[in-house]
């Protein structure tokens, strides 16, 4: 019985005759490209990095905390605090936060007898000063 | 043992000793690669692909594995990739095809072999990777099923079923053409005889 691999038949190639040569050369070029693009990367790292130390020193150091503007300051025609060169340390807000229960306090005013005022006019004058 | 060797010279960056692995196996990934694509100019720049890898990646390499297992799975990888890419299985037409590459050796003397040969050939190119590539290994490359299954990360009952089913496919196209030979499966080995 005749016995052999079809595939045997089957012819095989070789690779091209400089094919280490081109692969080297190939090689060299892969391996100053990744050096390229390694420095590349790094540089980019390094002026992000940069940037983002640069606006940290400004905005701690060097660029002065505006503070809180206040409407009642502005509608007397005052500048605000920043403007005056005030010092935002100096302008601290302390918030204070206090729970007032007015049940009670209503509940109090109910029991309380009511009291009636009765206003009057005592001079003929106008009465420029006196506010009710 | 020597591979290991070299492998381990090329991680640290010797190029003589990549120069060694590239003597050892380049005309035989460039021939597995030729019979994945179909296409010779394909498979020298997928070869070459390859060898770029087993350079840069040598540091991923664990000598649990035969050296040749680790590259054919590179280069399976990127046929796969490639034949993906081109989204088609090459079929390629002899009568047509000019031989500009270097064979290795020559044909089958007789005629009727060569023939054969031939439609062999385009079977082999017209099955699916999916086929091709478990049966190019197993008949061809001579890996073993279990190493096979470790080139391409599958379960060693899928390739089973991959090599059945693509020499099955070979089986038919052969006696579909003028070839009525018997195709039979070596059990004992695995090899296909006639």
Redesign the interface.
Known sequence: MQKYNPYEGLERIKAPAHFERDVLNLLHQRQKKRVRSRTLRLSFAGAMGAIAVVFIVLNLFIIPEKGTVEFSDLERGIPPAFERGVTSSAEQTIPIIEAVDYTEEIRRSRQDPPTIYILEQCSDETSRGIKY | MREQELMSHIQKGD?MA??EI??MY??K???FL?RLTGN?QT??EL??ET??RV??KANKYRPVAPLSSWIYAIASNLAKTELKKANRVPVVSLDNEVYH????????GNPE??A??KT??KA?NSLHPRYRIPVVLK??EGFSQEEIAQILKKPLGTIKARISRGRNYLKKELEDSSFRLP?NHNKEDG????
Do not use: G
């Not at chain 2, 590459?101 to 089958?108: H, M, T």
């Not at chain 2, 090899?191 to 006639?194: D, N, Q, T, Y």
């Open positions: 190029e990549f120069e590239m003597r380049k005309d990934i460039v021939n030729w010779y498979a020298v070869a070459q060898f770029m350079y840069f590459y270097p064979e290795q050796r020559a044909s089958w072999k060569l054969m040969s062999l050939k082999l008949d061809i195709f090899h296909a005889e006639i």
